[in-house]
């Protein structure tokens, strides 16, 4: 099993910044992309940053200029970094990583973490 803990959230004013942090732990043997979405209360769930083993990164329209993913790849860690925050931005942040955990087996599993809430409200 894969266990992913969440770090970071809370309250910030608009055009504040908050810092996401993931850590990844357990039977790992690699991880391939690794990122975040959010979920804001009547909606789906949606992708915000995404980025690859190699360092790809993939952003929403609505971030892209405003947040910044990164991992460190020793650590299994990856986190995100909240620039200019928007009311639009609220809701609760999961993070995710595609692992293998197994040598001999290209199969891939999505692990996700608990959440955290991120409030932007002055």
């Known amino acids: 099993q894969v266990h992913l803990a969440e770090s970071g959230g809370g309250l910030v004013q608009p055009g504040g910044s908050l810092r996401l942090s993931c850590a990844a732990s357990?039977?790992?043997?690699?991880?391939?992309?690794m990122g975040w979405y959010r979920q804001a209360p009547g909606n789906e769930r949606e992708l915000v940053a995404a980025i690859t083993s190699g360092g790809n990164t993939n952003y929403a329209d609505s971030v892209k200029g405003r947040f910044t993913i990164s991992r460190d790849n020793a650590k299994n860690t990856v986190h995100l970094q909240m620039n200019s925050l928007e009311p639009e931005d609220m809701g609760v942040y999961y993070c995710?990583?595609?692992?293998?955990?197994?040598?001999?087996?290209?199969?891939?599993?999505?692990?996700w973490g608990q959440g955290t809430q991120v409030t932007v409200s002055s």
């Open positions: 995710y990583g595609n692992f293998r955990t197994r040598s001999y087996s290209s199969i891939e599993n999505r692990y």
């Open positions: 357990g039977n790992i043997f690699s991880i391939n992309t």
